[in-house]
C-alpha cells in the first residue's frame, strides 16, 4: 500500500500537471492532496509553479521563469 504523499509524487512525476489531475489519478480527497502537495513543496521534493497560459506577447523571456523550469 503506498502512503498519500508517494501517490501524490508519483502522479506528479508521471505527468499530472494540476492537483485535479492528480486527485483524479489517485483517487485521493482534495484535502489529502493539497496536504500532501504543500508538504512535497516544504521539504523540497517539489516546485510550486504559477499557471501561465502561454507566452506573452512579446515572446518569452518576458515573464517570471525566464531561465528557470517548473518540472
Known sequence: MTGPVTAV???LNDGAG???EVR???GLRADVVRAAADH???TGRVQQCPLALGCPPDG???CSLKGRSCR
Do not use: E, P
Request: net charge positive; with cysteine.
Open 18 to 20: 494540476s492537483l485535479a
Open 9 to 11: 509524487l508519483d502522479a
Open 40 to 42: 512535497l513543496v516544504r
Open 60 to 62: 518569452c523571456g518576458g
Open 24 to 26: 483524479r489519478r489517485t
